[in-house]
């Protein structure tokens, strides 16, 4: 299977969910040794879109009410949708570094 658009890296502590609406597979979050060695970044903070349909990669870059994800990683995430017109992405709990200034 040829896929377009760059996939995320490897990781682990992730979460993957199925978009009814969108027919696609959102992951969210995670660690990759390698991306994370610093110890003050120890979990990704990014969001990928595969798309089912056009066999394509994108990575979303902005989040509503918020201008980046916090990094995360070992947290759970749903779906809420209709299986029409609406869906959204809810994510709980997990570990992060953001701190609150």
């Keep these: 299977m040829k896929q377009a658009g760059v996939p995320p890296c490897g990781r682990v502590g992730h979460t993957m969910n199925y978009l ?35 066999k394509a990669w994108i990575q979303v870059k902005y989040i509503p009410c918020s201008q980046r994800m916090c990094r995360i990683g070992n947290h759970s995430t749903t779906v809420v949708t209709d299986g029409e017109t609406y869906e959204k992405i809810l994510i709980f709990g997990g570990i992060t570094n953001h701190q609150n200034p």
Excluded at 23 to 44: A, K, T
């Design 20 to 54: 009814p609406v969108n027919q696609s597979l959102v992951v969210v979050g995670g660690r990759n040794d390698m991306m994370c060695g610093n110890p003050h970044i120890p979990f990704l903070d990014d969001m990928y879109l595969f798309l089912l349909d056009q």
